[in-house]
């Protein structure tokens, strides 16, 4: 496995930077296709799918549009299968959304939604290239002379020949932090979350912080807690708001000293959860949360999320100390 995986990196950076090797590889790779940063899906049953279409396809959709040039050089290189087939991604968002949709049997959908509804594996591919597309779409023009920028065949890099300065997409760092008092954790909310949703505190990085720094920061900031010590956890690329790297921790505070002091301007909510009500909030589905009252029971992010694995993983701890 560790082979292989080597073996596909070496191949996409060859493909990075050797231009007629990725013009090459465009007639022979597969298309994840967008509308204005929408993905395109196809639901069958209950399932939603990712298509992939081959040049050939691609090629034949768009002569029925009467899109016949330009579209392999707009482009971008996401990852390749484990044969070495090159995937791209393109956004036809030039073109008419219905009639893309009606030719190709699918809807673009929000990525927010798409995230959580394709299969396990899509979803990181999907999250990477509408932040590479978005990136593309943001830096056409060079910040230093306002003169337009070109794109390599792959889209790992923009060169602004006026001035001779390379651009490459970059991600913001951002610290997620499950909070713990030993035998609670903190779960909070934001106005703009879906009603009943909680998760994890998160926020990004400043400038000449690392991670620790950060962590102890922000939760200092949104919930006036002091972080006794805190331990890494994973990351996950997150698209939103314009591609962040979720760098995921657990940070314990001390039991006596665990009232909290909610930034109002940052969260709408936060609080404390015993293991029972994490346990149930795991197994509710977010349209099982509303109640008759018009009030909303807790739900967490799915397991798409590494929220969801935050939220885990203290579960199985307090789980083990209680056994």
Known sequence: MRRRHCLVSTYLNQLKEDDSLCR??????????FHNLSPFLQKVGKKYLVPQLSAAEMRQTLEKLQETT???EKSVLIGCSDEHRPRFALDLGALDKSVLESELQ??????RKALFVVDEKDSPLLASAQSLLRWHDSHQYCSKTGQPTEKNPAGSKRVCHASGVT????ISPVVITLVSDGSRCLLARQPSFPPGMFTALSGFCDMGENVEEAVR???AEEVGLEVESLRYSASQHWPFPRSSLMIACHALVGAQRAEISVDTLELEEARWFGLVEIVEGLKRAP???KQD????LPWFPPKQAIAHQLICEWLQQQTAQTA
């Open 106 to 111: 699918g809807s673009f959908t929000d990525l």
């Open 217 to 219: 920061r922000e939760v």
């Open 287 to 289: 349209s099982s949360s």
């Open 24 to 33: 090459q590889a465009q007639t022979s790779g597969t298309f994840y296709l």
């Open 70 to 72: 330009g579209w392999l």
């Open 293 to 296: 009252d018009g009030s909303f």
């Open 167 to 170: 651009y490459y997409p970059q």
